[in-house]
Every structure is written in C-alpha cells, then in structure tokens.
C-alpha cells in the first residue's frame, strides 16, 4: 500500500523544472514556426486580393510586412505566458498555448478582411483589441489572476504596438527593430538572473 509520506511526495513533486521549460520552449518554438508557415499562407492569400482589387496595394504592404513579425510575436508571447505559470504558479496547459497561438496568426486573417473595408491603422487597431481582449479573457479564466491578466494585457499591447511603428518606419525599420530585438534580449538575460531553482523548482525572485 501507498504510505502518506508517498502520498504527500507524489502530491509536492515539482512541476516547473529545469525540464518542463526546456520541453515547453522546444513546443512553442515548434507551434510559432507552424504558425508562420501559416502566415506566410495567408500572406499569399492577401496578394492575390490585390490582384482582384480587393485590396489596396498599400494595405497590402502594410499587412505584409506585419506577417513577418508572426514567428517573434507567437514566441514572446509564449515565452511571456511561461513566465506567468511560473510566476502565479498556475498552470496553462499545451492545447491552451496552441489556441492562444493560433489566435495570434488569425489577427493577419481579421486584418486582411477588415483593411479590405476600412483604413489600416482603423483595422489595425480594432483587431488588436480584439485579439488582445480574447487572449485576456482565456487567460483570466485560466489563472482566476488579475495581475497574470493585466500583465498578458500590457506585453501585448507593447507588441501591437511596437508592430505597428515598424511597419510604418519604412528603411529606418530595421535599425529601430534591431535595437528592440536587442533590448529584448537584455530583459531576457535579467529575467533569467531572477529565475531560480528551489528543491528542484523553479521560482522568479
């Protein structure tokens, strides 16, 4: 038979490892790569909308050079949302990353359709908030944690946001996006000096 100290044990085995962060890096990896296979598609779809004048050529620039953001904007996310479980220490399960992954590759989808009606930065905007409203809402009602909600909302936000600046730079884009992938990296670098590991788990202190 199964003691107590067993029980207990089994009960208090540690989730967030060394391990778990590895698999779950090499899983978003694996999905943000799928989904900007998928963007790429999507990509495709959209200049054959400007061929049928449907689309204007500009909104199309717009909307392309914003796919290419795809792979980044599903990987910060997802490495942001690790970072919420092993904050708040709730969990987020795999289906539930995909979903909020496959909701950011469907942003490029709801940006098309509406760029084809409105202005961009109109349609830029309103989908932004839409995306950004459903992720929050899935995330609030996976972690009953406002603060985990607020800071998905915030990273977010900064990333739409920052999107959209670079994709109306024009040639100055590439030095703005390289000073921000350097900062991010920075911040990475930080973060990790504050995560550490205790009896076999991690923690962010």
């Known amino acids: ?31 943000a790569l799928v989904l900007a296979i998928i963007a790429a598609i999507i990509d495709g779809f959209a200049s054959g909308r400007v061929g049928s004048g449907l689309l204007q050529s500009d909104h199309y620039a717009l909307l392309s050079e914003s796919i290419a953001y795809c792979f980044g904007l599903v990987v910060i996310t997802s490495m ?19 979903l909020i992954a496959m909701a950011l590759t469907l ?10 009606k409105l202005v961009f930065a109109a349609s830029y905007s309103i989908v932004s908030v839409m995306t950004i409203g459903l992720i929050a809402l899935f995330i609030k009602g996976i972690t009953h944690n406002l603060k985990a909600v607020w800071l998905t909302t915030g990273i977010l936000t900064l990333e739409y946001g920052l999107i959209f600046i670079l994709i109306n730079l024009g040639s100055m884009a590439l030095l703005v996006g390289s000073i921000i992938l350097f900062l991010i990296i920075a911040l990475a670098m930080y973060l990790t000096l504050k995560l550490k590991v205790e009896n076999n788990e991690l923690v962010i202190k």
Request: aromatic share 16%; net charge neutral; charged share 15%.
């Open 107 to 116: 942003f490029y989808l709801l940006l098309l359709a509406l760029s084809e």
């Open 1 to 31: 038979m199964t003691t107590m100290e067993e029980i207990s044990e089994i009960a208090h085995k540690p989730k967030y490892t060394l391990s778990w962060l590895g698999v779950k890096s090499l899983y978003v990896f694996g999905i």
């Open 80 to 98: 942001s949302l690790m970072l919420v479980e092993i904050s708040f220490r709730k969990g987020i399960n795999y289906l539930q990353y995909a």
